[in-house]
C-alpha cells in the first residue's frame, strides 16, 4: 500500500489539459520502468504510456501518441503524464504501476515479480 500514488486526475471539458503524477518510494525511476494505464467501466484495463529505466524511452497506445507525454523526475521521483486535447473516450480511472506488464512495453534493470498498481485517479473528460 502507498507504493505507487497518482494523484491529479479530474473533470475536464473535451479538448481540455491535465497532468497526472505517479509517486514512489519504493521503485527507484533509474531501475524500474513505470508505467500508466487506465480502465473505462465495463473494459479491461490498458495500456496508455511508460517510460523505460534504462534510457528514457518511452511508449505510447496508438490512442494517444501526439496527445500524452510521458516524463519523469530522477530526484523527486516521480513520473508526469501529461494530457491535451482530451477526448470522453479518454475518461477512465488511470493507475501507475510497475511489474511484467510494464517491462514488456518499457525496458527496466529491474522488475517486480508482480506487478504493482496504485489505487488510481479518476479522469472524466465530458461538457
Known amino acids: 500500500q502507498g507504493q505507487l500514488v497518482e494523484s491529479g486526475g479530474g473533470l475536464v471539458q473535451p479538448g481540455g489539459s491535465l497532468r497526472l503524477s505517479c509517486a514512489t518510494s519504493?521503485?527507484?525511476?533509474?531501475?524500474?520502468?513505470i508505467g500508466w494505464f487506465r480502465q473505462a467501466p465495463g473494459k479491461e484495463r490498458e495500456a496508455v504510456s511508460c517510460?523505460?529505466?534504462?534510457?528514457?524511452?518511452?511508449y505510447y497506445a496508438d490512442s494517444v501518441k501526439g496527445r500524452f507525454t510521458i516524463s519523469r523526475d530522477l530526484a523527486t521521483n516521480t513520473v508526469y503524464l501529461q494530457m491535451h486535447n482530451l477526448t470522453p473516450e479518454d475518461t477512465a480511472l488511470y493507475y501507475c504501476?510497475?511489474?511484467?506488464?510494464?517491462?514488456?512495453?518499457?525496458?527496466?534493470?529491474?522488475?517486480?515479480?508482480?506487478?504493482?498498481w496504485g489505487e488510481g485517479t479518476q479522469v472524466t473528460v465530458s461538457s
Open positions: 519504493v521503485f527507484p525511476l533509474d531501475y524500474y520502468a
Open positions: 504501476g510497475t511489474g511484467p506488464r510494464v517491462v514488456s512495453l518499457c525496458s527496466a534493470y529491474r522488475t517486480p515479480i508482480q506487478d504493482y
Open positions: 517510460i523505460s529505466s534504462r534510457d528514457g524511452g518511452t
